[in-house]
């Protein structure tokens, strides 16, 4: 079992930055690759970032350019760097893991394929 959990989530003007971060228990936790999504009240649940075993990141639409994901192995840690904040963003932010050997973002996208979630943490942004 893993458990994940998020922090950093909270009220920001626009055109502000937030750092979340997504901590991991367990000691494989560099095997596995991991996403962030974000679901906003009333709409459906959008992916926002992945990161791989290896490094390699993927973003959805909304976020590249603004967003950065990263990671530090040695404090079980994956870190979501949001800049340029708009009142869009304002949503839920869940990590999640799933595993490092897809290779395409039409995976890791897909919510269905992640096994374990946080339970969130908010972002609000205001104008």
């Known amino acids: 079992q893993v458990q994940l959990v998020e922090s950093g989530g909270g009220l920001v003007q626009a055109g502000g930055s937030l750092r979340l971060s997504c901590v991991a228990s367990?000691?494989?936790?560099?095997?596995?690759?991991v996403g962030w999504f974000r679901q906003a009240p009333g709409k459906e649940r959008e992916f926002v970032a992945a990161?791989?075993?290896?490094?390699?990141?993927y973003y959805g639409d909304s976020v590249k350019g603004r967003f950065t994901i990263s990671r530090d192995n040695t404090k079980n840690t994956v870190y979501l760097q949001m800049n340029s904040l708009k009142p869009g963003d304002t949503a839920v932010y869940c990590c999640?893991?799933?595993?490092?050997?897809?290779?395409?973002?039409?995976?890791?996208?897909?919510?269905?394929?992640?096994?374990?979630w946080g339970q969130g943490t908010q972002v609000t942004v205001s104008s």
């Open positions: 990161i791989r075993s290896e490094g390699s990141t």
């Open positions: 999640a893991t799933i595993v490092s050997t897809y290779t395409s973002i039409s995976y890791y996208s897909r919510r269905d394929l992640y096994r374990y």
């Open positions: 367990g000691r494989t936790f560099s095997t596995y690759a």
